[in-house]
T-cell receptor
Framework: RKEVEQDPGPFNVPEGATVAFNCTYS??????FFWYRQDCRKEPKLLMS???SGNEDGRFTAQLNRASQYISLLIRDSKLSDSATYLC?????????????FGKGTKLSVIP | NAGVTQTPKFRVLKTGQSMTLLCAQD?????MYWYRQDPGMGLRLIHY???????AKGEVPDGYNVSRLKKQNFLLGLESAAPSQTSVYFC??????????????????FGDGTRLSIL
């Protein structure tokens, strides 16, 4: 299994739709999990951290399943401004240090 | 508050030329990172620093050198540029290394990138 694996998409959804992104990770010792969003030709920006109990930020809900090594991001009531690439990010301890591993991203296009 | 600033934003080099990319942060972050992003590859860590005067190798360090002489600056050097180093380079910083037991959820803040083309 790749360290962090995401469906590359693209996901094309109409405004107002609910869309879910999935991510799996291979390092069972990982301790920190994040979703970042990256707009075209821009830098990644933190969307939200992911906690074991699940967490919500407005229209965004993140879930973590440590047993299955699976992370999800749910976006409700999609807006045009949600169009971006969503990166699943996981930390892991290797070669003597903690490092972040980025998934390749899932591209979302919200269509009017 | 500038956050993380990268210079230059764009550069075209010829094979064999050298250059230095500068990253500066004004958030008093201890940790700084250099990544490259290529189509279909995602972000890959080149080198990182856990404090002034320290550096360490990441996933893809070959062909690059770094220095952290001042806490706020992290320099990435290409001694002899190769076409394979054509990429978008991102610098990031964080208050503490992600995964540290005291601050396991500290995110990284990114600069807006340097687009480097090597002919």
């Amino acid at each position: 299994r790749k360290e962090v694996e995401q469906d590359p998409g693209p996901f094309n959804v109409p405004e107002g739709a609910t869309v879910a992104f999935n991510c799996t990770y291979s390092n069972s010792a990982s301790q920190s999990f994040f979703w970042y969003r990256q707009d075209c030709r821009k830098e990644p920006k933190l969307l939200m951290s992911v906690y074991s109990s699940g967490n919500e930020d407005g229209r965004f809900t993140a879930q973590l399943n440590r047993a299955s090594q699976y992370i999800s991001l749910l976006i409700r009531d999609s807006k045009l401004s949600d169009s971006a690439t969503y990166l699943c990010v996981v930390n892991g301890y290797r070669a003597g240090s903690y490092q972040l591993t980025f998934g390749k991203g899932t591209k979302l296009s919200v269509i009017p | 508050n500038a956050g993380v600033t990268q210079t230059p934003k764009f550069r075209v080099l010829k094979t064999g030329q050298s250059m230095t990319l500068l990253c500066a942060q004004d958030m008093n972050h201890e940790y700084m990172y250099w990544y490259r992003q290529d189509p279909g590859m995602g972000l890959r860590l080149i080198h990182y620093s856990v404090g002034e005067g320290t550096t360490a190798k990441g996933e893809v360090p070959d062909g690059y050198n770094v220095s952290r002489l001042k806490k706020q600056n992290f320099l990435l050097g290409l001694e002899s540029a190769a076409p394979s180093q054509t990429s978008v380079y991102f610098c990031a910083s964080s208050y503490s290394r992600v995964g540290h037991h005291l601050n396991s959820n500290q995110p990284q803040h990114f600069g807006d990138g340097t687009r480097l083309s090597i002919l």
